[in-house]
T-cell receptor
Framework: DAGVIQSPRHEVTEMGQEVTLRCKPI?????LFWYRQTMMRGLELLIY????????DSGMPEDRFSAKMPNASFSTLKIQPSEPRDSAVYFC???????????FGPGTRLLVL | AQSVAQPEDQVNVAEGNPLTVKCTYS??????LFWYVQYPNRGLQFLLK??????LVKGSYGFEAEFNKSQTSFHLKKPSALVSDSALYFC??????????????FGRGTSLIVHP
């Protein structure tokens, strides 16, 4: 298996622009997680899905953030409009079961100028 | 509620010496405990986990962790550190009781630096 795939690996954009991050989980995994990592806040859980359904989005910082999972093999995290404080590394992870080992993608390093 | 603490932001150790990265937790019931490692510019990788059974858990790359219920700790250890072990280490906990969160909570991470 190729593991969790994220794209793009790096994104540089200007404030106010829309940013879309993409994730392909490991086949057969029924949980998908989006995390944000910064020096100041560490690793934060933004939202997670079970069988493509959003279960808990309480970690999503603002309405500017939205996430979708249209099918079992694809999820997006969208920021619109983006702001400099959104600059971070965004990770997608998947697991087979809610309490099981999570497998992380390589991350998307986002820089908003 | 569940929580996890990694009391040290950074741990420094000389190559060849034993290393310990500390983790303490708080749960209502019994814990599920995990250790992950993050190398520079990479995602987190699973190292080991404790669900039940033997208090000493062995994992990848020669790492092990000891579950101590009385001290609510799950410290990560390795008998002989390598320079290549230098990375960011995360502890995570999930409460096994039905009233707890079903998703593991991650600590803030501990940076391990192994000096040649």
């Amino acid at each position: 298996d190729a593991g969790v795939i994220q794209s793009p690996r790096h994104e540089v954009t200007e404030m106010g622009q829309e940013v879309t991050l993409r994730c392909k989980p490991i086949s057969g995994h029924d949980y998908l997680f989006w995390y944000r990592q910064t020096m100041m806040r560490g690793l934060e859980l933004l939202i997670y899905f079970n069988n493509n359904v959003p279960i808990d989005d309480s970690g999503m910082p603002e309405d500017r953030f939205s996430a979708k999972m249209p099918n079992a093999s694809f999820s997006t995290l969208k920021i619109q409009p983006s702001e400099p404080r959104d600059s971070a590394v965004y990770f997608c992870a998947s697991s087979r079961g809610q309490a099981e080992t999570q497998y992380f993608g390589p991350g998307t390093r986002l820089l908003v100028l | 509620a569940q929580s996890v603490a990694q009391p040290e932001d950074q741990v420094n150790v000389a190559e060849g010496n034993p290393l310990t990265v500390k983790c303490t937790y708080s749960v209502s019931g019994n814990p599920y405990l995990f250790w992950y490692v993050q190398y520079p510019n990479r995602g987190l990788q699973f190292l080991l986990k404790y669900i039940t059974g033997d208090n000493l858990v062995k994992g990848s790359y020669g790492f092990e962790a000891e579950f101590n219920k009385s001290q609510t700790s799950f410290h990560l250890k390795k008998p002989s550190a390598l320079v290549s072990d230098s990375a960011l280490y995360f502890c995570a906990v999930r409460d096994s009781t039905s009233g707890g969160s079903y998703i593991p909570t991650f600590g803030r991470g501990t940076s391990l630096i192994v000096h040649p």
